[in-house]
């Protein structure tokens, strides 16, 4: 009987660490996120392909691309070499502080040395290999820009990024010809920003074909940091892979 007892209270127990996770969230889903109406951005048509994050604790929005007018009324696509920074995050108070070094969008951005490591995009015309670095100066109150980092092998836009420690890695992408590509690169950088290769590495490339537009994510599977690359286009249109 004492058996059973001991029994059936380890399953209450267990029941219970099951429920109240579940109860908590139940009683508080509107307090996990909340969507406010925010100062928009500065540009009247919208941007979209931007190269965006936080850097010092701004807000930091750069380039990007739109069309001047809807495509079925004969729109031409602009890209843009604006940054703006938002240093209220309350208020999202928008400032032009610059220029990038040239119009750029479809740009992939990795977190890095508190700013935003820029690598390849396109200017609309010409897809780049040039990689910099994008970090605000809180104390002088300016943008500033660090272009020593290795070029990409080869020009990409629309390619995926992610960082382990310090590593960089890149994937996929459209080239010059706007052909998907099949690449795998990693860039190894010490921890105050500059590079400890001069130039980027091949890695093994993922199963499967070449792709753009790809996610690559970051993350631990509990035991140690894995690269996860999800989704992306290629010859044969959207994937749904994940590797």
């Not at 908590?24 to 925010?38: E, I, K, P, R, V």
């Not at 703006?84 to 951005?109: E, M, Q, S």
């Not at 105050?192 to 753009?212: C, D, H, V």
């Amino acid at each position: 009987m004492k058996f059973r007892l001991k029994k059936i209270a380890r399953l209450l127990g267990a029941i219970l660490i099951i429920i109240s996770p579940v109860k908590m969230y139940a009683q508080n889903n509107t307090q996990w996120f909340l969507w406010n109406s925010s100062a928009k951005l500065p540009v009247k048509e919208g941007l979209s392909n931007t190269i965006t994050g936080v850097s010092d604790g701004v807000l930091l929005v750069a380039g990007g691309n739109n069309f001047d007018k809807p495509i079925q009324q004969g729109g031409v696509k602009k890209v843009y070499d604006q940054i703006y920074v938002a240093t209220d995050t309350k208020k999202i108070n928008w400032k032009n502080v610059g220029h990038l070094p040239f119009p750029l969008a479809n740009a992939a951005v990795v977190t890095f040395n508190n700013g935003l490591l820029v690598i390849g995009g396109t200017d609309g015309k010409n897809t780049s290999a040039k990689v910099f670095l994008l970090k605000w100066n809180t104390t002088k109150q300016k943008i500033e820009i660090d272009s020593s980092f290795a070029n990409l092998p080869i020009p990409l836009s629309s390619l995926a990024a992610a960082k382990i420690g310090n590593t960089i890695y890149i994937a996929g992408g459209q080239d010059i010809n706007n052909q998907p590509k099949h690449v795998f690169y990693e860039l190894k950088v010490t921890e105050n920003g500059s590079a400890i290769n001069t130039q980027w590495e091949e890695l093994t490339a993922w199963p499967g074909g070449a792709k753009f537009g790809a996610v690559m994510v970051a993350q631990s599977n509990g035991e140690y940091d894995c690269i996860y690359l999800m989704g992306g286009k290629g010859m044969d249109g959207y994937s749904n892979d994940v590797f």
